[in-house]
């Protein structure tokens, strides 16, 4: 048996396993729930765009959600690797973001009572430590789900976690969008955004709270801890010996900056297509339950083995996005639909970005864990991360390039890179399995 297939820590009693496995879940549903509240791509870019805000800090919120969550793993992994028990870092990073959630909140209510410039400040920089604050805890998560979850059970943890904050989020969080943001919302601005935001922290507090009751097993003999100079030494060597991990993060590199256009669907839509603000919700709502109803299908991909197939197949759907975009609404006026033709086109964008999104998320989460060692666990991930983080801020350039080259000129781009993700994608090779013998063993059954 190899080092990485070698069990690493004792098989927890079944039921401590199954705790384990809904707390996940619930963190997971609850987590979806709080961040549909203030979409970056959507609710949260309208708020920036009423108080004034550029196209490129519109740009710039889903690369500081992405990006935040991936830029400083590299700088803690090598620490997380030494690291017998990873739970401590996770809870003491979740209180750092709640607070940070609640300065955002306070900006948010307070927008008429400071200048545009001082509310638009105050927000990103508390959603900036926000979403950093997660970036420091993201490695505890993913090492303690690959201690906690087995490998052929992490496409249905994944995919019901998904499943059931997409669904929730469709039937809670669209229509409450929509109804909050219409002209005739019961709350006049900005009370309407904060209204969402509170909902989103008693979420998102609760999705914390339920992953930091897990019960974690303790390495007794966990990873070197090192150093961030030394990971940045043993970088090179990572990337030239295993090859499923450098294709890994070129395809997911390029795939990211294929998506360089979609902070900017809902606002083209509402700015050059004169849609009613109001629509977020309902496309909010179309995302959700697209994206959740797919979990169904990729959860069980995943479980089979095939985390290879469900890349490509995330891929496809994402170059499908920019094709939409440019020719859905290009239809529309050919054939002199109006504007319920065009509400149409571009809820067909977001209904089919909610399976891509899920399906592209789920697949890189299960392939990365699987052909990550086990020991070097958080230094994979994080490197990973790290590299793709830098990917994820390609969007605040996709704001200044708008207005160089137009909507339809990023749309463009977009699906070049797309493409080029895509075969990026067919490089990467099946990841191994335990066999069925050595599953019933981590089972101690």
């Known amino acids: 048996m190899s080092k990485q297939q070698q069990p690493a820590l004792l098989p927890q009693p079944p039921a401590v396993m199954r705790r384990n496995y809904r707390l996940g879940v619930l963190n997971g549903v609850l987590f979806t729930l709080g961040e549909s509240m203030l979409s970056a791509n959507l609710v949260l870019a309208l708020l920036v765009r009423q108080l004034g805000g550029s196209l490129a800090l519109v740009g710039l919120l889903p690369a500081l959600q992405s990006g935040g969550y991936l830029l400083p793993q590299m700088l803690v992994g090598g620490r997380i690797q030494g690291m017998r028990a990873k739970l401590p870092l996770y809870r003491r990073a979740a209180l750092a973001r709640v607070i940070a959630y609640l300065v955002l909140l306070a900006a948010i209510f307070g927008a008429n009572h400071f200048s545009s410039p001082v509310s638009l400040w105050l927000i990103i920089i508390s959603f900036s430590i926000f979403n950093f604050g997660g970036g420091t805890s993201t490695l505890a998560f993913q090492d303690v789900v690959a201690k906690v979850i087995p490998p052929w059970r992490r496409g249905s943890f994944f995919g019901t976690r998904q499943l059931f904050g997409g669904l929730l989020s469709f039937l809670i969080v669209g229509p409450l969008v929509r109804w909050l943001l219409n002209d005739d919302s019961p709350l006049a601005f900005p009370q309407n955004y904060g209204a969402l935001g509170t909902l989103g922290l008693v979420c998102i507090g609760g999705g914390l709270l339920a992953f930091a009751l897990i019960s974690e097993p303790v390495q007794a003999q966990p990873g070197v801890r090192l150093r961030v100079i030394d990971g940045l030494r043993r970088a090179p060597v990572i990337l030239r010996t295993n090859a499923n991990y450098r294709w890994f993060i070129i395809s997911r590199m390029l795939t990211r900056v294929g998506q360089i256009a979609e902070p900017f669907y809902m606002i083209y839509a509402t700015e ?84 891509a999104n899920d399906g592209s998320n789920l697949a890189a989460s299960t392939y990365l864990l699987e052909i990550a060692p086990d020991d070097e666990r958080p230094t994979y991930m994080g490197l990973a991360n790290t590299l793709l983080g830098l990917a994820m801020f390609v969007p ?46 981590a089972l101690g059954s």
């Open 396 to 441: 605040v350039l996709g704001g200044w390039l708008v207005d160089l080259v137009g909507y339809r000129g990023i749309f463009a781009l977009g699906l070049v890179f797309a493409l080029l993700g895509l075969a990026a994608s067919a490089q990467l090779g099946r990841a191994a399995r335990p066999a069925p013998e050595q599953q019933q063993a």
């Open 272 to 355: 050059v297509l004169r849609l009613p603000a109001s629509a977020a919700g309902l496309y909010l709502a179309l995302r959700a339950i697209t994206g959740a109803l797919s979990n169904l299908l990729w959860g069980r991909v995943s479980d089979a083995g095939n985390n290879r197939r469900l890349v490509l197949i995330s891929g496809v759907l994402i170059v499908l996005l920019p094709v939409l975009v440019l020719a859905g609404p290009a239809l529309v006026l050919g054939l002199g639909l109006g504007s319920g033709g065009m509400l149409l086109a571009i809820g067909l964008v977001f209904l089919v970005s909610g399976a």
